[in-house]
């Protein structure tokens, strides 16, 4: 335990200390959630149709953005060789990374989420429905980035191969998201029991999902991780 704490505090540091990497996220998140007025025209029914979609889809792409220096650096500069070669295993590693890349990217995007669904004219009710559908689908995120960062460490075009591998990953937990926001806010036709019933559905779809990913991923990213360093 000792080992894994000390592994989550140094790569927090190094997250903190790169802090520039945190804003990138951030501002690429803002500044492409607002480019969709430009392209679907101002009118502000039309925005608030589709502001928690493209809350979620920013999302999904800014959490990209740092996934492929996940294990890169450490890969690059032998660290990962010493980190495997201690008592740590390498699935608790994994766990660590997707930890440190949650904290440092999935909060502060929960953060913005707010900012952008203002800009984009989303309904006050759907604010915390979404915020609750983030805090659920961002660890997912996570998860399978850590997962796709070590499948495609070391390639020439890592950052296309994991964009590629990883996005269709990302549609479901997407889906589950979006429908959550739907049932709480546009619950058009239903009684206020029935569209609490979906909104509640479709959160333990996600949390369990969460789990699933936390049961599997970490021992799957282990596997990639010693694929890569034996190669």
Known sequence: ??????????????????????????????????????????????????????????AALAALLSLDRLYQADFDDGSLDQIALSSLPLELTALSKALVHW??????????????ALMLNAPVAHYLPMLVALALA?????????????????????????????????VPVLIFAAGAIGFAGDAAGLSVEAAGRGFGAHLLLLAGIDLALLAVTPWATAAALRQALRA
Not at 30 to 54: D, H, K, W
Not at 103 to 112: E, Q, Y
């Open 138 to 170: 961002t660890p997912a995120l996570s998860l399978l980035g850590g997962l796709g960062a070590a499948l495609t460490m070391g390639s020439r075009r890592g950052g296309i191969l994991l964009t590629l591998l990883i996005l269709p990953l990302y």
């Open 103 to 116: 904290l440092s990217t999935g909060l502060p995007l929960l953060a913005a989420a707010p900012v952008l």
């Open 1 to 58: 335990m000792k080992a894994f704490l000390a592994l989550l505090r140094r790569d927090l540091l190094l997250a903190y200390r790169q802090g520039i990497d945190g804003w990138v996220v951030v501002l690429f998140f803002l500044a492409a959630g607002i480019l969709f007025p430009f392209a679907i025209g101002p009118e502000p029914n039309a925005l608030m149709r589709v502001s928690t979609g493209v809350v979620l889809s920013m």
